[in-house]
């Protein structure tokens, strides 16, 4: 009897695997839409096509599909940390990938989670207008009339915002990602290797990755600034890739703190460690060890579950990965939006923008972004 030759995942299956980790994996990632926002966000659809494509017999090529997603693309990706649904969740990380016309590159940009803006008022949760930072808009939109949250109703308010401190009239796509999603899909890929770029200490983690132990008083609350105390998981800079294991790649990105003889670090750093490790993430998943596994495909597709949830503007994940196959992503670039905080004497308020940052935002609009950066080397980020 002849060997069985080793089944090969479809290309388009691959294709969309890819193109979904570049799309959603700013949270943590994902490749597939576990719940989809379509129709203003609220209706709960499952599709499991793409699982069904990765575990059918290699095909030559896609069957065609009529897309129709045209011009520049405006994504807004945002990694949220809700514990339970009596909970509200605050959006941790917010990042928007603005996709030219020419679909030759794509721009990564982050919106300081403590960035204070005017959130407007919403009549679906019934909140009225505040100016506060700006993750407490995803908290806002969600509350319930039943006591409870929906983080896909308080999406939308959290796209307002963004929309009007932006300037962008309205998001082609947006994903939302819960933390234990984030960690199930990097153990689904194997971990992810990438650059350790400063020295790095866990507020909130021992070095064997058990939970640091709190300060006695500040034991059943959240008020107090730094509650831990004890032993820290220690990132040490490096200039060649460190293989992360889930649980320290979900730490690394989340610290923002300075620790006692480090280097200065705040919540642009850990904006910076995010977009490096979407880029990071996107490569390994075009990594033969990914793309070439059928097996493994389908493991990281089956992972992000139910804690993934996906917008397409009316378009399937399939859609955009059609759409978005041709980026690299060496084409991928990470800008940094300069800025700072903003106290009350002593007390620490929360982030602005340095004025610039309107010009910026205002070539966005334009699909003009390339020539800007051109002008303002100083927004790119040259640690990628």
Not at 135 to 155: I, T
Not at 363 to 375: G, K, P, Q, S
């Amino acid at each position: 009897m002849g060997k069985s030759k080793k089944r090969r995942a479809p290309l388009w299956a691959r294709i969309s695997v890819i193109a979904g980790v570049l799309l959603l994996v700013p949270g943590g990632g994902a490749v597939v839409a576990g719940r989809t926002l379509l129709s203003e966000y609220t209706d709960q659809v499952t599709d499991d096509s793409l699982l069904d494509d990765i575990d059918a017999p290699a095909k030559a090529a896609p069957p065609k599909r009529e897309v129709d997603i045209d011009g520049p693309l405006n994504l807004l990706l945002v990694g949220i940390d809700p514990r339970d649904d009596k909970t509200a969740p605050l959006s941790d990380s917010i990042v928007i990938a603005h996709i030219p016309r020419d679909r030759h590159s794509a721009y990564l940009f982050s919106m300081p989670r403590d960035l204070i803006v005017d959130i407007p008022a919403f009549k679906e949760s019934g909140t009225g207008a505040d100016t506060t930072k700006i993750n407490a808009a995803m908290s806002y939109g969600s509350r319930l009339e039943n006591g409870g949250y929906s983080p896909s109703q308080g999406f939308q308010l959290l796209a307002k915002t963004v929309s009007n401190r932006t300037g962008i009239k309205a998001f082609d796509a947006g994903a939302i990602i819960n933390f234990g999603g984030f960690k199930k899909i990097v153990e689904a890929m194997g971990g992810v290797d990438m650059v350790i770029d400063m020295d790095v200490k866990s507020e909130h983690l021992k070095p064997d990755g058990s939970p640091r132990d709190r300060i006695s008083a500040c034991q059943g609350h959240h008020r107090c600034a730094h509650p831990y105390t004890g032993p820290q998981k220690f990132y040490k800079k490096s200039d060649k890739p460190v293989h992360l294991k889930a649980w320290e790649a979900l730490d690394y990105v989340r610290q923002r703190y300075k620790f006692k003889g480090g280097p200065e670090m705040g919540d642009y750093d850990r904006q910076r460690h995010q977009q490096q490790f979407i880029r990071a993430m996107a490569k390994q998943a075009m990594s033969k060890s990914v793309v070439s596994d059928p097996a493994r495909l389908l493991k990281v597709v089956k992972a992000g579950g139910e804690s993934l949830t996906f917008s397409g503007g009316g378009h399937t994940i399939v859609d955009w990965a059609v759409e978005l196959q041709s980026i690299n992503v060496d084409d991928m670039v990470t800008v940094k939006l300069p800025g700072g905080g903003v106290y009350d004497g002593r007390e620490y308020l929360g982030e602005r923008f340095d004025p610039e940052v309107d010009d910026f935002f205002k070539a966005v609009t334009e699909d003009r972004v390339a020539a800007f950066l051109l002008d303002h080397p100083g927004f790119v980020n040259q640690d990628q």
